[in-house]
């Protein structure tokens, strides 16, 4: 019998759900929840905060040649984006939830967008750029040439070697991972991203990077000659102009 | 000792029984809300029933006029949908004169289904305090009829038989797809083996979980192994009219959301999963959608797809309705198509209610629970039952269920304790 647990949805899962907040070294069981019963128990590489992923075996992370040739050739259906990462799956529910990227994990480690811990300072300042940016972002409707993470940190002379670890005990990404790495500013292609993901977070506390991509950036819904997609678009623009009108006028 | 019997309101004419004989004061337009508000006002204490679960509900919105084709149809569905809801004892139309909606024959098609208590006053003819004093009297008389009501003790299958179930989730976090949905499954189950129809909606949240829903399509076991091309495939070489039909149907719904999810991606970025989504774990839309999935249950096939608002055939069956995300706007229309009571999963917690379907609100998450019990009936203690190795289907069984039923038995649920009955008509073109 464990005291402290995560939780295994179908046998074919390679990560399991925590319930409490766990810590590095811990050894918890895995309770699979088809089975009704504990199946096996594994020792934690990081602290697990609660409802986060941790992987049940170790999980390769896609090369980022690869994740970047399905970044700029986007794939038509999610089947075929699992295909091209079939080695990189994360499962959950018996089902692929999405891949790993920029680091290889492994058993024990937690698996979640939430990668990097800033300081509760540091963290406020993105706050509150990102609370002004958005100001401006409906006020104006007009986009921010924010394109990553990177450029947002530089804007803000945060030093990157400011950013240290809190809570989790994950490997430090190299500057290199965040500036240029093109698969960032795909991830976090307009500032309102980032600071969606940044609201999801209590203040001062994370910045959401991740070591785990979202099937949904790689693939694309191709229609014929993207008319349809066209005439979204257009219907977007239009609402969008309407507003900017309404605005000038007031 | 289970259940065997629950107590309704039986409406022979209409063949219908109804767990809730709420008035509603219907405003036709904006214009009229204030006067809407103030008979709601005039009532406000007033209540009826064993529990006194039956009030005045005032429908309050902002919708009813200067509409375009497509909002026109859905506002007016909706309007008449919930009007016609089981749970609704009469209805007072109260319109202005020059909206959209004001003068239309709303009581005669009432009327042609079999719905007797309905009056229909118009602002602009009687005179605005005349109008007050006008839907106070009217709505005075029927308090008086409704108070005479009895329930009739049915036996459970009897009372199901005529049902319609929503399910729903929403504030999801990781413990929604763990605990909370596989739970309402099982009560989807449940009320699918007695006879009541079970609706689910939210179409963003099928998206990435769409070969959950493919394979719901039909009973082949083969397919669980196959990728959602092949379902696809497979149901159109070997699947039945009815199966291929479904198909195409739900394939356009699923391309559909794609379409507009993709097209306008990098302008507005992806709403889906919510921020709070991330916060409680779910980092991918794929892992939001598979676990909301659990809730629609195990055993039984999707026989049909509604369009929102529609009506749920009340025959034991399983429907989607394609309808958004929000949780207000996708409650709407399941309680629109017919649906008496709905179960809402949640995990950050969420107030959300109906406004003449009591909605219950199902936690697996501790936190959310000890902080929003006021606004929260059920919560499944995760802890317990994995030490004690129980299955989530028998914990359901034993304290989720005879709960549901003492809730359509009368028992107001905590959305109902709270007043909180909300209404929200979906409109999609801007107003001009």
Redesign the interface.
């Known amino acids: ?1 464990y005291d402290k ?1 995560v ?1 295994k ?1 179908s046998a074919e899962d390679n990560v399991a ?1 925590s ?1 409490c907040n766990l810590d590095k070294g811990e050894i918890v069981g895995v ?1 699979e ?1 088809e089975s ?2 504990f199946v096996s128990e594994i020792e934690l590489r990081t602290s697990v ?5 941790v992987a049940l075996c170790d999980i390769k992370a896609a090369p980022n040649v690869l994740v970047e040739r399905l970044r700029k050739y986007p794939k038509d ?3 075929k984006v ?1 295909d091209v990462v079939k080695n990189n799956l994360v499962i ?2 018996g ?4 891949f790993i990227i920029n680091q290889d994990v492994r058993v024990g480690e937690v ?4 990668y990097l811990l800033l300081e509760e300072s540091l963290a406020s300042k993105l706050y509150d750029f990102y609370e002004k940016s958005y100001r401006r972002f409906v006020s104006h409707s007009r986009k921010l040439s924010v394109g990553s993470l990177g450029k947002i940190i530089r804007d803000l002379k945060i030093n990157l070697r400011a950013i240290q670890l809190k809570g989790l005990d994950l490997p430090v990404l190299r500057k290199s991972d965040l500036v240029p790495n093109p698969l960032l500013s795909r991830i976090f ?2 500032c ?2 980032m600071g ?2 940044l ?4 203040r001062g506390t994370e910045v ?1 990077i ?1 070591n ?1 991509a ?3 950036w790689f693939f ?2 191709r ?1 014929k000659g993207s008319e ?2 066209e005439v ?2 257009n219907y ?1 623009n239009l ?1 969008k102009y ?1 507003i900017n009108v309404s605005t000038e006028f007031i | 000792m289970p259940v065997k019997e629950v107590s309704v309101y039986v409406n022979n004419e209409r063949n219908t029984v109804g767990i809730r004989a709420h008035i509603l004061v219907m405003p036709l337009v904006f214009c009229v809300n204030k006067v809407v508000e103030k008979i709601g006002e005039y009532f406000k204490d007033m209540c009826w029933g064993e529990y006194g679960e039956n009030r005045v509900v005032t429908a309050l919105h902002d919708s009813g006029c200067c509409h375009i084709g497509f909002d026109e149809e859905v506002a007016e569905r909706i309007i008449l949908g919930i009007s016609t809801n089981p749970n609704v004892f009469a209805v007072l139309f109260v319109g202005l004169g020059c909206g959209q909606f004001c003068t239309r024959e709303w009581k005669s098609r009432l009327y042609e289904r079999s719905m007797r208590n309905v009056e229909h006053i118009v602002v602009q003819e009687e005179g605005y305090e005349e109008a007050i004093e006008k839907g106070i009297e009217i709505v005075d008389r029927w308090i008086k009829e409704a108070m005479k009501l009895r329930r009739v003790k049915l036996p459970l299958e009897k009372a199901c038989d005529k049902m319609v179930l929503g399910v729903g989730n929403g504030a999801s976090d990781a413990s929604s797809g763990l605990f909370a949905n596989p739970a309402l499954g099982y009560v989807s189950d449940y009320f699918l083996d007695r006879g009541s129809s079970v609706v689910f909606s939210q179409t963003p949240e099928v998206l990435g979980a769409e070969k959950v829903l493919f394979k719901r399509i039909t009973s082949y076991e083969e397919l669980r192994k196959m990728t959602i091309r092949e379902i696809a495939l497979h149901i159109e070489r070997y699947g039945s009219i009815r199966e291929r039909k479904l198909l195409k149907k739900l394939s356009n719904i699923i391309r559909r959301a794609y379409l507009f999810k993709t097209s306008i991606a990098e302008e507005i970025g992806i709403s889906e999963p919510t921020p709070g989504n991330i916060r409680g774990g779910l980092s991918t839309l794929a892992e939001k959608s598979l676990g909301t999935m659990y809730k629609i249950g195990e055993r039984h096939i999707l026989s049909n797809i509604l369009s929102y608002g529609e009506k749920v055939p009340r025959n034991g069956k399983l429907y989607f309705m394609d309808g958004p995300g929000q949780d207000l706007l996708s409650i709407t229309g399941m309680v629109a198509g017919g649906a008496q009571l709905l179960v809402f999963s949640t995990g950050l917690g969420t107030p959300v209610g109906s406004i003449v379907a009591p909605v219950l609100k199902v936690t697996a998450n501790e936190e959310t629970y000890e902080k929003l019990h006021d606004i929260i009936d059920l919560y499944i203690p995760v802890n317990e039952i994995i030490q004690k190795r129980i299955p989530l289907k028998e914990y359901v069984e034993k304290e989720i269920i005879p709960y549901i039923l003492q809730v359509i038995s009368g028992e107001k649920s905590k959305s109902e304790e709270l007043g909180q009955y909300d209404f929200s008509i979906r409109e999609l073109w801007m107003k001009i």
Do not use: C
């Open positions: 019998m647990f939780i949805v759900t319930i309770y929840l009704s019963d905060p609660k409802y986060y992923k259906s999610r089947d699992i959950k529910f089902e692929p939830i999405g698996v979640n967008l939430s292609p307009k309102n991203i969606k993901l609201t999801s977070l209590r959401i991740g785990l979202d099937f949904d694309i819904v229609e349809r997609k979204v678009r977007y609402l309407y």
